[in-house]
């Protein structure tokens, strides 16, 4: 049987519930002290003076580690190894420089959290505090373009953009825009820092075990391999802890000078603007069509925030590039610097922000045409990258649109806007298309089995949560031919063999490849030992003839002739047999553009006098190759649709434009969706085979359910009421 796409239930899932699985911050170390974190109450200036007595005089602090007394780090990386995405510019208190507030710029470690708390309150810090662009208004005075976007330029055109524009007969133009929004995973980052020597072992929660690695090393001079990370759990991460921060070095410097091991945990305020987070974007949309609904013109010109310290881009205009067919194309991007913590990737960067716009403005011109959203949508289908040229390795939008309009009821639709009401309540229906770029990385691992029949596969990667655990096991024990309790997958450990960062919904497409060769590679491994050994009823036969089922070996053209692979490992005599192998994409990326698509619908309830917006039902459906786990894929999907829910409706990181901190840099304050905001979901997946993507034909699901969903809110919305907002979040102030 294949457990590959079988609905199998989370492999970790009882470690997590029992509380056996251990997060960054409860491993049990030996003689660990604790840290807290100090941050600056300035968004730009130098630090004048720094008083340590008070903070000193709290019984058990061991150090307070600022500017003036912390260990010297090489040159070359003072701020840090700048390796984008995974190096970025940190602090890490080798001058008195403050660049933004909420900035690292000290440590205090002692025997206990409370102390250190307590020693950190009582730590006095002046600065001299110099001007600071605070106002994001201000900033876009004064932009400047970035170098290359994920390998992509920054600006692109196609045709005259101006020729198309007038062409058309009808056109929109508008400014769309979105707010700061910052990660709040369940689980802060926590790092635990210990040497042994010049050995360094590191517990940290983070999206990618060997970039911690191979960063942290290079930032404090030393040999990668002295350095060992270990993360068998991330409690959520969704981009910010992608990259290197400055915490995680500071943990590993703090325990160096106090001469123990060290856990510095972040405060929930300190989650805001130290690990990033997305910025505030403005994005400003031109198209233009025939009547008939062709589209002649398209432009996307994106202005978003960076800090002062490091480059880094909202790439909201990439999604235009290959969406609809357009003959005449211009995008950009430009980057406003402001004292405010470095941005980063956020669930579906880009992609989220920039489905926003494009698909508000389709929903405008489908208006400014009379034609139906569907029917603009499918006028301007293409079944080739326009900006690439290349043809999509798969693409099953059509048939997305087909199942969610029929599941959905859109036909029943009445257009107008203010036609449809339940009770008291405007009732609204909107639409917008779903994607995401298909990303594959070089990956290793190794699959071992034991006389037992026991099998365990490793890769040096890391499960946030979204399932990595369980759909390795499935690939693996297809793959090897062994019942699923048979097999186990193990992560979490940078001794393991190379992963990339599980980022850009890339795990799936590259580790399961490397997966299911290693496990093809242990099988071809384990038939040709048994073919060779005289003892076996496979003597003689040829390793490729040999097939693998449920733990047993058998010719496939005469299966009585069968033995259990247990008995091969065992009779072979040299304890576990292993194999590993790489996998890596090859030149199909140069030959096609691979993406995954889906469609989203969604309906809302507006109350007229309050301007309160209910959303009572999702449908959301996807073509997204090969869905290893139907349980974790819907979970994954459905996660990705609440979160489009909190960009449209809730999430805003406020900022204090005088002082450049988040007010509302908190859980309560910062809202988000929860079980009474989210009504109805139903996630559909279609049939859709792509072989050119990766061996398994998976594309990964983690980031394209949030795109398209805050686009499909406000387009139902406007349906409802008749107002457009073209800034998120869509709150009731905006409507009354």
Same mark, same amino acid.
């Given at each position: 049987m294949?457990?590959v796409g079988?609905?199998? +239930?989370?492999?970790?899932?009882?470690?997590?519930?029992s509380?056996?699985a251990l997060y960054s911050?409860?491993?049990p170390?030996p003689n660990l002290a !604790?840290a *807290?974190?100090?941050t600056s109450?300035v968004?730009s200036?130098r630090?004048?003076?720094i008083?340590?007595?008070?903070a000193?005089q709290v019984?058990g *602090?061991?150090?307070?580690?600022?500017y003036?007394n912390a260990m010297?780090?090489?040159?070359?990386?003072?701020m840090?190894k700048l390796?984008?995405p995974?190096?970025?510019?940190?602090?890490?208190?080798q001058d008195?420089?403050?660049?933004y507030? +909420?900035q690292?710029v000290?440590?205090?470690?002692a025997?206990?959290?409370?102390?250190?708390?307590?020693?950190?309150?009582?730590?006095q #810090?002046?600065y001299e505090?110099?001007?600071?662009?605070l106002d994001?208004e201000l900033?876009?005075?004064s932009?400047?373009p970035?170098?290359t976007i994920?390998g992509e330029d920054?600006?692109?055109?196609r045709?005259?953009? @101006?020729?198309g524009?007038?062409?058309g007969s009808?056109?929109v133009?508008?400014?769309?825009?979105t707010?700061?929004?910052s990660h +709040?995973?369940?689980e802060? !980052?926590?790092?635990?820092a210990?040497?042994?020597?010049?050995?360094?072992?590191?517990y940290?929660?983070t999206?990618y075990?060997k970039?911690?690695?191979r960063?942290?090393?290079?930032t404090l001079?030393?040999?990668?391999?002295?350095l060992?990370?270990f993360?068998?759990?991330?409690g959520g991460?969704?981009?910010c802890k992608g990259s290197?921060?400055s915490?995680?070095?500071?943990?590993?410097?703090?325990?160096?000078q106090a001469?123990?091991?060290?856990k510095?945990?972040l405060d929930r305020? @300190?989650?805001?603007?130290?690990?990033?987070?997305?910025p505030a974007?403005?994005?400003?949309m031109?198209?233009?069509?025939? &009547?008939?609904?062709r589209?002649?013109?398209s432009?996307?010109?994106?202005?978003?925030?960076?800090s002062?310290?490091?480059?880094w881009?909202?790439p909201s205009a990439l999604?235009?590039r290959m969406?609809?067919e357009?003959?005449t194309?211009?995008? &950009?991007?430009?980057?406003?610097?402001?004292?405010?913590?470095?941005?980063?990737f956020m669930?579906a960067?880009?992609?989220a922000?920039?489905?926003?716009?494009l698909?508000c403005? /389709?929903? %405008?011109?489908a208006?400014?045409l009379?034609?139906?959203?569907?029917?603009?949508r499918?006028?301007?289908?293409?079944?080739?990258?326009?900006d690439?040229?290349?043809?999509?390795?798969?693409?099953s939008?059509?048939q997305c649109y087909?199942?969610g =309009? @029929?599941?959905?009821?859109w036909?029943?639709?009445?257009?107008?806007?203010r036609?449809m009401?339940e009770g008291?309540?405007?009732?609204?229906w909107? /639409?917008a298309t779903?994607t995401?770029?298909?990303?594959?990385?070089a990956?290793?691992?190794? *699959?071992?089995?034991?006389?037992?029949?026991f099998?365990?596969?490793?890769?040096a990667t @890391?499960?946030?949560g979204t399932?990595?655990y369980? $759909?390795?096991?499935?690939v693996?024990a297809?793959?090897?031919?062994?019942p699923? =309790?048979? /097999?186990?997958f193990e992560l979490?450990?940078?001794? /393991?063999?190379d992963a990339?960062? &599980?980022?850009?919904s890339?795990?799936v497409?590259?580790?399961?490849?490397?997966v299911?060769?290693a496990a093809?590679a242990?099988? !071809?491994?384990?038939?040709?030992?048994a073919?060779?050994?005289?003892?076996s009823p496979l003597h003689?036969?040829?390793?490729e003839? *040999?097939?693998a089922?449920?733990g047993?070996?058998?010719l496939?053209?005469?299966?009585?002739r069968?033995e259990?692979?247990?008995?091969?490992v %065992?009779?072979?005599g040299?304890?576990?047999?292993?194999?590993?192998? +790489?996998?890596?994409?090859?030149?199909?990326k140069?030959k096609?553009?691979?993406?995954?698509?889906?469609?989203?619908?969604?309906?809302?309830h507006v109350?007229?006098?309050?301007g309160e917006i209910r959303?009572?039902r999702?449908?959301g459906?996807y073509?997204?190759?090969r869905?290893?786990?139907?349980?974790t894929?819907?979970?994954q999907?459905?996660?990705g #649709?609440?979160?489009?829910?909190g960009m449209?409706?809730?999430?805003?990181?406020?900022?204090?434009?005088r #002082?450049?901190?988040? $007010?509302?840099?908190?859980?309560a304050?910062?809202?988000?969706?929860?079980?009474?905001?989210v009504?109805?979901?139903? $996630?559909?997946?279609?049939?859709?085979?792509?072989?050119?993507?990766?061996?398994?034909?998976?594309?990964?699901?983690? %980031?394209?359910?949030?795109?398209?969903?805050a686009?499909?809110?406000a387009?139902?919305v406007? !349906?409802?009421?008749?107002k457009?907002v073209?800034d998120?979040?869509?709150t009731?102030?905006?409507?009354l």
């Open positions: 294949s457990f079988a609905p199998v +239930n989370r492999t970790d899932g009882w470690a997590k519930v509380g056996a911050a409860e491993h170390v !604790h *807290v974190l100090v109450t968004p200036g630090i004048t003076r008083d340590t007595r008070m000193e019984p *602090v061991l150090l307070v580690m600022s003036e010297r780090l090489p040159p070359a990386t003072r840090g390796q984008p995974i190096g970025r510019a940190l602090t890490l208190l008195d420089r403050v660049y507030n +909420n690292p000290g440590v205090v470690v025997e206990t959290l409370e102390h250190a708390r307590e020693a950190a309150a009582r730590l #810090i002046e505090r110099a001007d600071a662009v994001f900033a876009k005075q932009v400047h970035p170098g994920l920054p600006d692109t055109r045709g005259n953009l @101006q020729t524009l007038l062409t009808a056109r133009e508008a400014t769309y825009v707010p700061y929004e +709040n995973p369940l802060p !980052h926590a790092t635990i210990a040497w042994e020597g010049d050995r360094l072992t590191l940290d929660s999206q075990i970039g911690v690695q960063i942290v090393a290079e001079g030393m040999p990668a391999d002295r060992t990370v993360c068998p759990f991330t991460g969704f981009g290197v921060w915490h995680v070095v500071l943990a590993a410097m703090a325990a160096r001469g123990r091991p060290v510095l945990v305020n @300190q989650m805001f603007g130290p690990v990033g987070m997305r974007t403005e994005q400003r031109r198209l233009a069509a025939l &009547s008939d609904g589209l002649t013109a432009s996307h010109d994106v202005t978003s925030y960076t002062v310290i490091e480059d881009t909202e999604v235009t969406m609809y357009s003959p194309q211009e995008t &950009s991007h430009r980057l406003a610097k402001m004292n405010l913590g470095t941005p980063t669930r960067p880009g992609e922000t920039g489905t926003y716009a698909e403005a /389709m929903d %405008e011109l208006y400014e009379g034609i139906d959203p569907i029917e603009l499918l006028r301007n289908y293409t079944e080739r990258d326009p690439k040229g290349l043809p999509f390795s798969s693409k939008l059509r087909e199942v =309009a @029929q599941r959905f009821g036909h029943g639709r009445n257009p107008a806007p036609s009401r008291d309540k405007l009732v609204g909107g /639409m779903a995401y770029p298909m990303r594959r990385m990956a290793k691992a190794s *699959v071992v089995m034991y006389p037992d029949g099998a365990i596969a490793r890769s @890391q499960d946030l399932g990595t369980t $759909v390795m096991t499935q693996a297809d793959a090897l031919g062994v699923l =309790a048979n /097999m186990r979490g450990d940078s001794r /393991m063999p990339p960062v &599980s980022g850009g890339m795990t497409a590259s580790v399961s490849s490397a299911h060769a093809g242990l099988r !071809h491994k384990l038939a040709s030992i073919c060779a050994h005289p003892h003689g036969a040829v390793p003839e *040999v097939g089922d449920a047993w070996l058998f496939s053209g005469d299966p009585s069968r259990p692979m247990a008995l091969v %065992e009779r072979h040299q304890g576990p047999i292993e194999a590993t192998a +790489n996998a890596a994409p090859g030149e199909e140069n096609y553009s691979m993406h995954s698509f889906g469609a989203v619908f969604v309906e809302v109350d007229e006098l309050l959303v009572p999702v449908v459906v073509g997204v190759g869905l290893l786990n139907r349980k894929g819907h979970s999907l459905m996660g #649709i609440v979160w489009g829910l449209a409706l809730f999430e805003e990181t406020l900022i204090d434009k #002082i450049g901190r988040a $007010v509302n840099g908190n859980l304050e910062y809202h988000v969706p929860v079980n009474a905001d009504g109805t979901i139903d $996630v559909q997946v279609v049939e859709e085979h792509d072989p050119y993507v990766n061996p398994l034909g998976a594309k990964g699901i983690g %980031e394209i359910g949030i795109t398209g969903v686009a499909a809110v387009n139902a406007y !349906h409802a009421t008749g457009r073209r998120l979040p869509i009731l102030d905006k409507l």
